[in-house]
């Protein structure tokens, strides 16, 4: 686990931005760029996540965790349970909330397995939860973001730059096929 400083730091050495007492990139540029890129792997590979949900007699909704973006299964004693639509037996979300259906007529624990946003914490001490790998992808695209930027910043001023972001790009996308194929075997082919 990482948090901001040290992505942002990973990301400082990538750019070849070492020197404090000159900065070419400032803290709220490359934290910008740090979030675009962690928008990009939620789109590209978003979050596996598992949590708790207490079922009570009678009830059919309850509240999803803040970052949800798509359920992928309910588990209850160990057996998934089916995904339904609206009306039969069986799990599915809508406004915010976790549905079952019908409503459970006594009080246990499901397990809600979901894919989540990735977001960066608003402060440099708070973890980020993201494997090495993870990070690798990240500050990668970060970079390239930040290539984007300066290049886009060159043209408009008439200077030419070195293409850069294209490469970066390019090397996100190995890593994230890398990443997928990884995960792929270790879900059994699910990516």
């Given at each position: 686990m990482a948090d901001r400083a040290s992505l942002r730091a990973q990301l400082r050495r990538l750019l070849a931005d070492?020197?404090?007492g000159g900065y070419l990139w400032t803290d709220d540029l490359l934290n910008d760029f740090l979030a675009r890129a962690m928008a990009a792997l939620t789109v590209d590979l978003p979050a596996e996540k598992?949590?708790?949900v207490?079922?009570?007699p009678?009830?059919?909704e309850y509240p999803l965790?803040?970052?949800f973006l798509a359920g992928l299964a309910v588990v209850s004693n160990g057996e998934m349970m089916p995904p339904a639509p609206r009306g039969e037996y069986g799990w599915w979300w809508r406004?915010?909330?976790l549905i079952i259906q019908p409503p459970p007529r006594y009080a246990r624990d499901v397990e809600?397995?979901?894919v989540a946003e990735r977001l960066l914490p608003n402060d440099d001490g708070s973890q980020v939860a993201l494997s090495a790998a993870e990070e690798l992808l990240v500050v990668t695209r970060a970079a390239a973001e930040a290539y984007l930027w300066w290049e886009d910043q060159s043209a408009r001023r008439g200077a030419t730059v070195p293409a850069r972001s294209a490469r970066l790009l390019e090397e996100y996308g190995r890593l994230l096929r890398g990443r997928r194929a990884a995960l792929g075997r270790r879900l059994?082919?699910?990516m």
């Open positions: 070492v020197s404090p598992r949590v708790t207490s079922l009570v009678g009830q059919a965790p803040s970052d406004d915010g909330k809600l397995q979901y059994g082919g699910w």
